[in-house]
């Protein structure tokens, strides 16, 4: 008799990443007999906080990993914000290495202050203040935190990758923040499937909804734990989970949840095509030193021109994160709507000023 439906589901996902991460390393190292030694097999990593939809991860990778000849182990990140999370954290790993994962770390991060920790042999700082004048509120602080701290435990264990339990309702949550920004197509694009440098992060459960996930657990007997944080309506992202998305399928209808993961698939695509136009325009209107010629920018679409702008300031040092629509738009009026405005300035530092037709970016 085979696993309960949910399992088989969640593996086949986990299963079809692993496949893609040896496509990868074999690739890599052009020697794909390789990925096939054994203990000496890529290793792949977990990142798991104890909730059902990492634990469901671990769970499905330290059943498939062995079976492709991969290594396979996970990461808790212990964020320092309720009382008793080390305790809390060693629990974690404590399961995790029942599950047969190997090896299994715990790191410690410090959200909010300019300092380091030592908990748990680890040590990152997410900061909540930064020093262009833009405030990252706590939720934003903790999740740089994490993935710097999952950055640091895969490059010293060596990682092919890290695979992450985002869902499909994840997925959607994000989408829906997005939407509540007024961000364009690449925010509304959601969470690639891979993402980060080389690819290290990967999102197995991004086409499962949750309650998939959860049923897993229930079917295996996993032990799971509730993050208080998930339900305090003091964050935003939990007040998207509890409140908007139930009263937008009461209003709507059930499907909202599918509707926009796939919302986010079409932006993705959208927003894919559209960087590559804006690359291969970028080669053309930009001269040796960097500036761009009006003319040429003018003739370009909107959604284009824009995205020129954006990665011009970026290449002379504002950094992409507090670089905002307001601010591309502002350029943008140098060359839709000039009226000898005077330089602008730019997050990190860095001007623009148009002269001789061409837009000039320079240290402020």
């Not at 088989?8 to 986990?14: D, P």
């Not at 496949?19 to 040896?22: E, F, M, R, S």
């Not at 390393?25 to 990925?35: E, L, V």
């Not at 790191?107 to 959200?111: A, F, P, R």
């Given at each position: 008799?085979g696993?309960?439906?949910t399992v ?7 299963r079809?990443?692993l496949?893609?991460?040896?496509a990868a ?11 096939t030694?054994?203990?000496?097999g890529?290793l792949v990593l977990a990142a798991?906080s104890?909730g059902?939809?990492s ?5 499905a ?8 000849g991969?290594?396979?182990g ?5 964020h320092g914000?309720q009382?008793?999370s ?5 629990e974690?790993v ?7 994962l190997?090896?299994?770390?715990a ?5 909010g202050?300019?300092s380091?920790t030592?908990a ?10 930064t020093?262009t004048?833009?405030r990252?509120g ?5 999740r740089d935190a994490?993935?710097a701290?999952?950055d ?13 339990g985002h869902t499909?309702?994840d997925?959607?949550e994000t ?7 007024g961000?364009?197509?690449r925010?509304?694009?959601?969470m690639?499937a891979?993402?980060?440098t080389g690819?290290?992060?990967?999102r197995?459960?991004?086409?499962l ?5 959860r049923?897993g657990?229930?079917a295996q007997g996993i032990?799971?734990?509730e993050d208080?944080h998930?339900?305090?309506p003091?964050y935003?992202?939990?007040r998207v989970?509890?409140?908007?998305l139930p009263?937008?399928e009461k209003?709507?209808?059930k499907?909202?949840v599918?509707a926009?993961?796939?919302t986010a698939?079409?932006s993705r695509d959208?927003a ?9 325009a970028?080669?053309?209107v930009a001269g040796?030193d ?5 003319a040429?920018?003018h003739?370009?679409p909107?959604?284009?021109r824009?995205?020129?702008l954006?990665?011009a ?6 950094p992409?994160?507090?670089?905002f629509?307001r601010h591309?738009e502002?350029?943008d009026r140098?060359?839709?709507?000039w009226?000898g405005q005077?330089a602008?300035n730019?997050?990190g ?7 001789d037709g061409?837009?000039?970016f320079?240290?402020?």
């Open positions: 008799m696993p309960h439906p088989a589901a969640i593996r086949l996902a986990v079809r990443v496949h893609d991460v040896l390393s074999a690739d890599a190292s052009a020697a794909p007999s390789t990925a030694a054994g203990a000496a890529p798991c104890g059902a939809d634990m469901a991860l671990a769970a990778l330290a059943f498939e990993a062995p079976r492709l991969m290594r396979a996970a990461v808790t990140v212990d914000l009382s008793g080390a305790r809390r954290a060693q974690v404590e399961r995790l290495r029942a599950l047969g190997d090896p299994v770390d790191i410690g991060v410090t959200v202050r300019q380091t030592a748990h042999g680890g040590a990152y700082v997410g900061t909540a203040g020093g004048g833009r990252v706590p939720e934003a602080a903790a994490r993935y701290a999952l640091t435990v895969a490059e010293r264990r060596g990682a092919a990758a890290v695979l992450l499909r309702d997925q959607a989408v829906l923040l997005g939407l509540a920004r961000s364009g197509t925010s509304l694009s959601g690639a891979v993402s980060g690819g290290r992060y990967r197995p459960f991004l086409l909804d949750r309650d998939t996930v049923q657990c229930l032990t799971v734990w208080p998930n339900h305090d003091a935003t992202r939990s989970r509890h409140e908007a009263v937008l209003s709507l209808g499907g909202v599918q926009l993961a796939r698939q079409l959208d894919d095509a559209l960087d590559q136009w804006a690359a291969d970028q080669a053309d040796d960097g500036s761009l010629d009006v040429r920018l003739r370009l909107a959604a284009v824009r995205r020129v954006r990665r300031a970026v290449a002379a040092g504002s992409p994160g507090f670089l629509a591309i502002e350029v140098l060359v839709t709507g009226r005077k602008l730019l997050p530092g860095v001007a623009v000023r148009r002269a061409r837009l000039v320079s240290p402020s």
